[in-house]
């Protein structure tokens, strides 16, 4: 059965400052998604990635998948606040989808 | 083009009465799925469906059943609530799983 495990769970920052958010997981997957949530609403998908070595990139925001290491990150370039919210990766096959728990992402002045 | 639909967007049910969620999509997508949304658990797959007439369980299926006669409808069911059912529920669906899953707006449910 897949686990997704995102790190940190919370994270404050500066506007704009740089930082990183790490989600491993512990078989194989298929593809790796992000999404966003901004409080009290649905999911956004943010990025689908579909093989090893995939960089996606989206305003400030950038993924990237190693299959080997079983690890995605979503990088974070020169934090605004309107990138406050919280960000969920999810993998898997056969259509299963597994989140992670979320990182909540609170971007201060 | 409405996307994914839920309805209701709250209820409040009392413990044992049943309930139906319903969810629709109007972008002719195979695949869709149910989540719950608790604090501190992340999304919890309930039940997924690939395509009409085709059901399957996820993490946590029980207290929870469904059924898929149409590609556009995914109701799910509650058939005896109880309190530890009270989540944010979330249908999505997807062309494929290349393709990123949308969301419903997701329903608001408390069981007291």
């Known amino acids: 059965e897949l686990k997704v495990e995102q790190n940190p769970l919370f994270l404050s920052m500066q506007e704009g400052k740089n930082y990183t958010i790490y989600c491993n997981y512990s078989t194989t997957s298929d593809r790796l998604y992000w999404y966003r949530q901004d409080p009290g609403k649905s999911l956004e998908s943010l990025f689908v990635?579909?093989?090893?070595?995939a960089v996606k990139q989206e305003g400030r925001l950038m993924a990237s998948l190693d299959t080997k290491a079983r690890l995605s990150t979503l990088h974070i370039t020169a934090a605004v606040h309107d990138l406050s919210a919280t960000y969920f990766c999810g993998g898997g096959s056969n259509y299963k989808l597994t989140f992670g728990k979320g990182t909540l992402l609170t971007v201060n002045p | 083009n409405a996307g994914v639909t839920q309805t209701p967007k709250f209820q409040v049910l009392k413990t044992g009465q049943s309930m139906t969620l319903q969810c629709a999509q109007d972008?002719?997508?195979?695949?869709m799925s149910w989540y719950r949304q608790d604090p501190g658990m992340g999304l919890r797959l309930i039940h997924y469906s690939v395509g009409a007439g085709i059901t399957d369980q996820g993490e946590v299926p029980n207290g929870y059943n469904v059924s898929r006669s149409t590609t556009e409808d995914f109701p799910l069911r509650l058939l005896s609530a109880a309190p530890s059912q009270t989540s944010v529920y979330f249908c999505?669906?997807?062309?494929?799983?290349?393709?990123?899953?949308?969301f419903g707006s997701g329903t608001r449910l408390t069981v007291v």
């Open positions: 999505a669906s997807s062309y494929s799983t290349d393709g990123g899953y949308t």
């Open positions: 990635l579909l093989s090893n070595g």
């Open positions: 972008m002719n997508h195979e695949y």
